[in-house]
């Protein structure tokens, strides 16, 4: 007998064995056991999910000489000829090499008569999205109504080229991408079945090659077996599939982080004297991106993950040491390089630019830091308050919220009463840069919405805070409940006296007289433009 590939020799032949579509199963087999059965079914889904090797079985279902059961014998004349694809009275029609209006008068002419030997005769239409628009019109009322011996199952993976009028006279079922654990148990019972020896990392790295699809995934290993036999080694499938170490990926992360670029290009190097993908390289690289953003923000779970065991410690590490806003851009960057590499002349040069932009971007600072520095009059940082460049980069840590004043040591009564309250340490004159240092400290977003020092006074207990005209927003915001007490507990901290905060529009002055001045002139605007390059355009009323 000829050679089978494992995607033809372990096709499931009955409803439970197709693995992760349970909700299509479950539903066509209780239609089966309760008599209702539609006249036309409609499969979509990626593909290598399962779509034509459930509408095989459900011809057996429908066809089984032992009598209409959602569990066929698979042994009588009826379901062997179904599963190898020479029954009469099930045809499969392949829409792809099959598009035009004269194959589906055929397909009308041969409706009308009646089975061979079966109890219904089925077309099972694959790709039916490639009928052109004169086939589908013609297939319309032979759809809608056709004779009581005839059913119609119709696959397809691009749901959204069907006309409404074929989908609406049609059940659909919509076929889900495998899980990932399940293709690797799948992958598991079949290399035991066949008595090879191969380790769970190949295992998994064959499982991911699937990307949801069962058929790429045995179609992989049908390749790792041709090439290493029945003893299977890593090394094997690293090789042949193109798998990039995981260590490799890691220590470019750890490059990143480090701001190495002379590692970064000895790696790609490296990449370059192994011959591998550099597109691929890329995608792995997006999927480490991708894991340690799900583990920053949900912990070390491997179902979400899809990582063994030994990875946890370096995984748990570097998600530790990226702040969440640099692994978003690493991510859109790494993205757009994976779409350029399909077509870029010399991609091997276009990877290592993109990785030194990730060393670059790890230096940016936040904009609403950049925006606070500005407001306040102080001069952004390029480094984003992480270190500088030829320092290993730490995450920027979110500011904390600092402790609570500890309470004086209890005093009698008697004196408390006669006692006034500690003077102040801090002259007036530099209560506002102090307030605004500790603001920037505590909670950054307020810090940007507050002016410059110079439109800050302190004097008499009360903090007079003045706002450009026209400021509403500005106002509102710095007006709320709670905007007021924290810029009273820290005003407290600085002065030692709680003050009442007063805003006043009209205190930022008439700037008429700046009105000619050129805007590029003005040293918090010369310092934004230095941090983010760009243009400024003044918008004329």
């Known amino acids: 007998m000829s050679y089978q590939v494992i995607a033809r020799k372990y096709r499931p032949q009955t409803f439970d064995e197709v693995v992760g579509q349970r909700l299509v199963t479950r539903t066509l087999k209780n239609a089966i056991e309760s008599g209702r059965i539609a006249h036309a079914f409609l499969f979509s889904g990626v593909r290598g999910v399962g779509k034509t090797t459930t509408a095989r079985i459900l011809a057996k279902a429908l066809n089984c000489h032992e009598g209409l059961s959602p569990e066929p014998c698979g042994k009588c004349p009826s379901c062997q000829e179904i599963a190898a694809s020479n029954s009469v009275d099930v045809q499969e029609i392949d829409a792809a090499s099959n598009t035009g209006v004269d194959s589906i008068r055929e397909l009308r002419e041969s409706v009308r008569y009646g089975t061979s030997r ?36 119709m696959a397809t993976t691009e749901v959204h080229k069907i006309p409404v009028t074929i989908t609406s006279r049609c059940q659909h079922f919509e076929f889900k991408p495998i899980q990932f654990a399940e293709i690797l148990q799948r992958l598991k019972d079949i290399v035991k079945a066949e008595g090879i020896e191969i380790s769970n990392y190949a295992l998994r790295a064959i499982a991911n090659e699937g990307q949801g699809s069962m058929r790429d995934a045995q179609s992989a290993l049908d390749q790792v077996l041709s090439y290493g036999g029945s003893e299977i080694s890593d090394e094997d499938v690293r090789s042949l599939l193109g798998v990039v170490d995981e260590g490799l990926i890691a220590e470019v992360a750890d490059a990143v982080l480090g701001q190495n670029r002379k590692a970064l290009l000895e790696h790609m190097q490296a990449l370059l004297e192994s011959g591998s993908d550099p597109q691929h390289f890329c995608r792995e690289l997006v999927q480490h991106v991708r894991n340690l953003m799900v583990c920053r923000a949900a912990g070390w779970d491997e179902r979400l993950l899809h990582l063994p065991d030994t990875q946890r410690q370096k995984v748990e590490e570097q998600a530790k040491r990226f702040s969440g806003i640099d692994l978003i851009r690493f991510y859109d960057l790494l993205a757009k390089t994976q779409n350029e590499l399909r077509w870029h002349n010399r991609p091997y040069i276009h990877l290592e630019i993109a990785l030194m932009k990730l060393v670059e971007l790890s230096r940016l600072p936040d904009i609403e830091e950049v925006i606070g520095q500005v407001r306040s009059g102080q001069a952004p940082s390029v480094s984003g308050g992480s270190g500088t460049a030829t320092a290993e980069r730490e995450p920027r840590p979110v500011p904390p919220e600092p402790a609570p004043p500890e309470p004086a040591p209890p005093e009698p009564a008697s004196e408390a009463r006669d006692e006034p309250p500690p003077p102040s340490a801090v002259a007036d004159a530099e209560v506002p840069q102090q307030l605004l240092q500790a603001v920037r400290n505590r909670k950054p977003d307020l810090a940007g919405l507050l002016p410059g020092a110079e439109k800050i006074r302190y004097q008499d207990g009360k903090l007079v805070i003045g706002l450009p005209r026209g400021g509403g927003f500005q106002g509102r915001m710095l007006g709320s409940k709670e905007n007021r007490r924290i810029l009273k507990d820290l005003c407290a901290k600085i002065t030692g006296s709680r003050p009442s905060v007063e805003l006043r529009e009209d205190d930022a002055g008439d700037d008429s007289s700046d009105a000619g001045a050129d805007p590029e002139k003005d040293p918090k605007v010369r310092a934004f433009l230095e941090a983010f390059p760009g243009k400024y355009i003044v918008e004329k009323e």
């Open 118 to 153: 079966d109890r219904f005769k089925i077309f099972i239409i694959d790709e039916v999205h490639m009928l052109s628009n004169a086939a589908f019109n013609a297939l319309l009322k032979t759809l809608e109504e056709p004779p009581q011996h005839v059913k119609f199952v």
